[in-house]
C-alpha cells in the first residue's frame, strides 16, 4: 500500500487528483491540506510516500513547506502557472503537472513515481529548493520550524547565521532559531551585497556590523549592533575589507 | 539632431579630396592661361581654400536650421550672401598678396561669382538631400522604439487582463468538475466565458457605469467562491450604481484584494466594497483581510496599487484619489472618482 497526501488550497483541484487516483487502487489518499502549515503537521504524522504538492499556497508556498521536511517523500509538483517554478522544474529535470492536466499526463507521473519506487529511490529535490530559494519571492524571507510552530523570518530581520552541526542557527531580533540547512546553502541563497561568510561557521549581515576589532593572533571579531560578536576569520577578513571598503 | 554631413572620416576625406582636385584644375586653368605659376598657385589656393569655408558655413548652417517653407527663396538668398561675402574676402585678400594683379582680379570678378555661386548651390543641394535622409532615417528609428515600447506594454495588459494564474486554476476547477458536478461545471464555463468576453471588450472606450463594472466583478468573484468553496465571502453594498468611473480601475483594486485576502490567508475571509457619493466625488471603499506575517502593508502603498493611482492621475491630474489604511489585520483601499466631466462622456 502506497500512502498518498495532496496539498492544495482549492478543493476541487485535491478532488481532481482523487479522481485521477481512483485507477490506482494500491494509493491511498491518506490526508488532504489547505496549506503548507496542515502539510507539515501530516507529512510528519502519516510518514507518506507520495506527495501531490501545489506551489502557490497561502503564506508559504510549496517548496518552502519542503524545505520543512526532513524526510521528503516522492512529490509529484501541481502549478497553474509560475514561470519561476517551472524554469526551476526544467533546469533540475524534476517532474511536475501543468494544471489543468489531462489524466493520460497524470498517469506519466504516477508511473515515473512507481518506476522509481520499485528501485526504493525518490526523485531529488535538494537542489531544485536551492534553486527555488533564490527565487525573488521567496527570498526575502527564511521559513523555519520552531516547536511546534511554524515561523516567517523577513532575510531583513536576520543578524547572522552560525553552523551548528547538521543545522544553521538563524540569530535575529527575536531570538535564534535552527535550519536543517548547510551554511553552502544560505551562501548561495542570499545576495552577496547582504550577507558575507566571514568564516567558516559564521555569515553575517554586512549592515549588521558596526567595527571589526584585533583578536588573538591573526584573527578579528565583527561587532554588530546587536552587540554580538562574531568570529572573523583571515580570508572572511580580506573579503570584509573590500565590501567595508576598509 | 542629425548627424553632421562630415561626421564620418570617409565623408571628410571626400570633401577634402574634392576640393584638393577642384584647386589644381584651377591652378591649371590660370596656368594654361599664361599667368605665371605663383599668381596661379596663390589665387587657386586661397580662393579654394575659403570657398571650402563658405561650403563648411552653410553644411553647418543647413544642419541646424532648415526652412519648412519658401525653402528655395532661403537657399537662393543664403547661396548669394555666403558667395558676395567669399568674394568679397578673396578680393581683399588676393588685392594684399599679389598687388601687381589688379587688372586680372577685377576682370575676372564675374566669373569667380559665378562659379562661387554654383559651389555654394551644390553644398546646399547636397547637405539638403543629406539632412533629410538622416532625419528620415532618425524618424523612423524613433518609430520603430516607440512602436516596440506599446508593443511591450499591452502584451503586458493583456496578459495582466487574462491573469493566467487565475485562468488556469479555474480551467483546472472545471476539470474537477466535470466529473463530480457537470451541471456547476457548465455553469462556470459560462460565467468564465462571461467574464473573458467581458475583460476582452474593455478597451478604452471612455468611462463606463459602476454598475457594469460591478457585473464584471459578480462573475470575477463568483468564479473564486466556486474554486475557493467556503472560505470567500462576500459583502457588497453599492450605491449610486449609475455614476461613473473608467474601466479597469476597480477590477484591479478587488484582484488586489483578493490576491492578499484569500490567495495568501488561511481560513474563511470577507472582501468587502461599498460605494456612495461624496459631493462631486464618487467613493469607494474596498477591505481585505491581510496576513501581517507574509505581507507588509507599509511598504509603499503595499499592494501594487501604483499603476492605479498613475491612470487616475493621467485621467484626472490628481495624486489623492487613491488611498490606503489598514490595522492589524484588514487593509482598505479608497478610491475617489470625479464625476465632474460626466456631461461629457455619456
Same mark, same amino acid.
Given at each position: 500500500?502506497?500512502?498518498?497526501?495532496?496539498?492544495?488550497?482549492?478543493?476541487?483541484?485535491?478532488?481532481?487528483?482523487?479522481?485521477?487516483?481512483?485507477?490506482?487502487?494500491?494509493?491511498?489518499?491518506?490526508?488532504?491540506?489547505?496549506?503548507?502549515?496542515?502539510?507539515?503537521?501530516?507529512?510528519?504524522?502519516?510518514?507518506?510516500?507520495?506527495?501531490?504538492?501545489?506551489?502557490?499556497?497561502?503564506?508559504?508556498?510549496?517548496?518552502?513547506?519542503?524545505?520543512?521536511?526532513?524526510?521528503?517523500?516522492?512529490?509529484?509538483?501541481?502549478?497553474?502557472?509560475?514561470?519561476?517554478?517551472?524554469?526551476?522544474?526544467?533546469?533540475?529535470?524534476?517532474?511536475?503537472?501543468?494544471?489543468?492536466?489531462?489524466?493520460?499526463?497524470?498517469?506519466?507521473?504516477?508511473?515515473?513515481?512507481?518506476?522509481?519506487?520499485?528501485?526504493?529511490?525518490?526523485?531529488?529535490?535538494?537542489?531544485?529548493?536551492?534553486?527555488?530559494?533564490?527565487?525573488?519571492?521567496?527570498?526575502?524571507?527564511?521559513?523555519?520550524?520552531?516547536?511546534?510552530?511554524?515561523?516567517?523570518?523577513?532575510?531583513?530581520?536576520?543578524?547572522?547565521?552560525?553552523?551548528?552541526?547538521?543545522?544553521?542557527?538563524?540569530?535575529?531580533?527575536?531570538?535564534?532559531?535552527?535550519?536543517?540547512?548547510?551554511?553552502?546553502?544560505?551562501?548561495?541563497?542570499?545576495?552577496?551585497?547582504?550577507?558575507?561568510?566571514?568564516?567558516?561557521?559564521?555569515?553575517?549581515?554586512?549592515?549588521?556590523?558596526?567595527?571589526?576589532?584585533?583578536?588573538?593572533?591573526?584573527?578579528?571579531?565583527?561587532?554588530?549592533?546587536?552587540?554580538?560578536?562574531?568570529?572573523?576569520?583571515?580570508?572572511?577578513?580580506?573579503?570584509?575589507?573590500?565590501?567595508?571598503?576598509? | 539632431?542629425?548627424?553632421?554631413?562630415?561626421?564620418?572620416?570617409?565623408?571628410?576625406?571626400?570633401?577634402?579630396?574634392?576640393?584638393?582636385?577642384?584647386?589644381?584644375?584651377?591652378?591649371?586653368?590660370?596656368?594654361?592661361?599664361?599667368?605665371?605659376?605663383?599668381?596661379?598657385?596663390?589665387?587657386?589656393?586661397?580662393?579654394?581654400?575659403?570657398?571650402?569655408?563658405?561650403?563648411?558655413?552653410?553644411?553647418?548652417?543647413?544642419?541646424?536650421?532648415?526652412?519648412?517653407?519658401?525653402?528655395?527663396?532661403?537657399?537662393?538668398?543664403?547661396?548669394?550672401?555666403?558667395?558676395?561675402?567669399?568674394?568679397?574676402?578673396?578680393?581683399?585678400?588676393?588685392?594684399?598678396?599679389?598687388?601687381?594683379?589688379?587688372?586680372?582680379?577685377?576682370?575676372?570678378?564675374?566669373?569667380?561669382?559665378?562659379?562661387?555661386?554654383?559651389?555654394?548651390?551644390?553644398?546646399?543641394?547636397?547637405?539638403?538631400?543629406?539632412?533629410?535622409?538622416?532625419?528620415?532615417?532618425?524618424?523612423?528609428?524613433?518609430?520603430?522604439?516607440?512602436?516596440?515600447?506599446?508593443? =511591450?506594454? #499591452? /502584451?503586458?495588459?493583456?496578459?495582466? !487582463?487574462?491573469?493566467?494564474? @487565475? %485562468?488556469?486554476?479555474? *480551467? +483546472?476547477?472545471?476539470?474537477?468538475?466535470?466529473?463530480? =458536478?457537470? #451541471? /456547476?461545471?457548465?455553469?462556470?464555463? !459560462?460565467?468564465?466565458?462571461? @467574464? %473573458?468576453?467581458?475583460? *476582452? +471588450?474593455?478597451?478604452?472606450?471612455?468611462?463606463?457605469?459602476?454598475? #457594469?463594472?460591478?457585473?464584471?466583478?459578480?462573475?470575477?468573484?463568483?468564479?473564486?467562491?466556486?474554486?475557493?468553496?467556503?472560505?470567500?465571502?462576500?459583502?457588497?453594498?453599492?450605491?449610486?450604481?449609475?455614476?461613473?468611473?473608467?474601466?479597469?480601475?476597480?477590477?484591479?483594486?478587488?484582484?488586489?484584494?483578493?490576491?492578499?485576502?484569500?490567495?495568501?490567508?488561511?481560513?474563511?475571509?470577507?472582501?468587502?466594497?461599498?460605494?456612495?457619493?461624496?459631493?462631486?466625488?464618487?467613493?469607494?471603499?474596498?477591505?481585505?483581510?491581510?496576513?501581517?506575517?507574509?505581507?507588509?502593508?507599509?511598504?509603499?502603498?503595499?499592494?501594487?496599487?501604483?499603476?492605479?493611482?498613475?491612470?487616475?492621475?493621467?485621467?484626472?491630474?490628481?495624486?489623492?484619489?487613491?488611498?490606503?489604511?489598514?490595522?492589524?489585520?484588514?487593509?482598505?483601499?479608497?478610491?475617489?472618482?470625479?464625476?465632474?466631466?460626466?456631461?461629457?462622456?455619456?
Amino acid at each position: 500500500m502506497i500512502k498518498a497526501i495532496i496539498i492544495d488550497d482549492e478543493p476541487l483541484a485535491r478532488l481532481l487528483v482523487k479522481e485521477y487516483l481512483a485507477s490506482y487502487p494500491d494509493i491511498r489518499v491518506v490526508q488532504e491540506c489547505n496549506d503548507g502549515f496542515e502539510g507539515v503537521k501530516a507529512i510528519m504524522q502519516e510518514q507518506p510516500d507520495l506527495l501531490f504538492l501545489d506551489i502557490q499556497m497561502p503564506k508559504i508556498n510549496g517548496f518552502e513547506m519542503l524545505e520543512l521536511i526532513e524526510n521528503r517523500p516522492h512529490v509529484i509538483f501541481t502549478t497553474a502557472f509560475d514561470e519561476h517554478a517551472i524554469r526551476a522544474f526544467d533546469n533540475h529535470a524534476v517532474d511536475y503537472l501543468l494544471k489543468p492536466f489531462s489524466k493520460s499526463r497524470f498517469d506519466k507521473a504516477i508511473q515515473q513515481f512507481n518506476n522509481l519506487h520499485k528501485q526504493n529511490r525518490i526523485m531529488p529535490t535538494t537542489e531544485l529548493l536551492e534553486t527555488a530559494a533564490a527565487l525573488p519571492q521567496q527570498k526575502a524571507r527564511v521559513v523555519v520550524k520552531t516547536g511546534g510552530k511554524i515561523k516567517i523570518i523577513p532575510t531583513s530581520a536576520i543578524h547572522y547565521l552560525e553552523a551548528a552541526d547538521d543545522y544553521v542557527k538563524i540569530i535575529t531580533n527575536e531570538g535564534s532559531f535552527l535550519k536543517n540547512n548547510t551554511m553552502a546553502h544560505f551562501e548561495k541563497v542570499f545576495s552577496e551585497s547582504e550577507f558575507v561568510r566571514v568564516h567558516r561557521s559564521y555569515m553575517v549581515a554586512i549592515e549588521q556590523i558596526t567595527r571589526l576589532e584585533l583578536y588573538e593572533k591573526e584573527g578579528y571579531l565583527a561587532m554588530l549592533r546587536s552587540g554580538a560578536r562574531v568570529p572573523v576569520s583571515k580570508a572572511g577578513y580580506t573579503k570584509l575589507k573590500k565590501i567595508l571598503a576598509l | 539632431m542629425s548627424r553632421s554631413l562630415l561626421s564620418s572620416s570617409r565623408n571628410k576625406w571626400i570633401f577634402l579630396i574634392c576640393w584638393v582636385v577642384w584647386a589644381l584644375a584651377h591652378f591649371g586653368i590660370l596656368y594654361g592661361w599664361e599667368m605665371n605659376w605663383q599668381t596661379s598657385a596663390t589665387d587657386a589656393m586661397l580662393s579654394n581654400f575659403l570657398l571650402a569655408g563658405a561650403c563648411l558655413l552653410i553644411f553647418n548652417n543647413l544642419r541646424f536650421y532648415r526652412p519648412k517653407r519658401y525653402a528655395p527663396l532661403f537657399l537662393l538668398a543664403l547661396c548669394l550672401a555666403v558667395t558676395a561675402f567669399w568674394l568679397f574676402l578673396t578680393d581683399l585678400a588676393l588685392k594684399f598678396l599679389l598687388p601687381t594683379q589688379d587688372s586680372f582680379i577685377s576682370a575676372s570678378r564675374p566669373v569667380r561669382f559665378n562659379i562661387g555661386f554654383l559651389l555654394t548651390g551644390c553644398s546646399a543641394m547636397i547637405s539638403l538631400l543629406w539632412y533629410h535622409s538622416e532625419e528620415q532615417h532618425d524618424n523612423m528609428q524613433l518609430k520603430l522604439e516607440t512602436e516596440s515600447i506599446a508593443k =511591450d506594454a #499591452e /502584451l503586458y495588459s493583456l496578459r495582466q !487582463q487574462l491573469q493566467p494564474h @487565475f %485562468l488556469f486554476n479555474s *480551467l +483546472n476547477s472545471i476539470s474537477a468538475l466535470v466529473g463530480s =458536478d457537470p #451541471e /456547476l461545471s457548465r455553469k462556470m464555463i !459560462q460565467q468564465l466565458s462571461a @467574464f %473573458l468576453r467581458g475583460t *476582452l +471588450n474593455k478597451d478604452d472606450k471612455g468611462n463606463i457605469r459602476l454598475s #457594469e463594472e460591478l457585473e464584471h466583478l459578480e462573475l470575477y468573484l463568483e468564479i473564486e467562491k466556486v474554486r475557493f468553496g467556503h472560505r470567500l465571502q462576500t459583502l457588497i453594498d453599492v450605491q449610486d450604481q449609475d455614476l461613473l468611473i473608467p474601466p479597469m480601475v476597480l477590477q484591479p483594486i478587488v484582484e488586489n484584494a483578493i490576491k492578499f485576502g484569500l490567495y495568501d490567508t488561511i481560513g474563511v475571509v470577507s472582501i468587502e466594497i461599498s460605494s456612495r457619493r461624496e459631493g462631486n466625488d464618487l467613493v469607494i471603499t474596498v477591505q481585505n483581510p491581510y496576513d501581517p506575517e507574509t505581507a507588509d502593508p507599509r511598504k509603499g502603498t503595499g499592494f501594487g496599487l501604483n499603476s492605479i493611482r498613475r491612470r487616475l492621475f493621467l485621467l484626472f491630474s490628481r495624486n489623492d484619489l487613491v488611498t490606503t489604511s489598514y490595522d492589524q489585520s484588514t487593509f482598505k483601499t479608497i478610491v475617489k472618482i470625479p464625476q465632474y466631466d460626466q456631461g461629457n462622456n455619456n
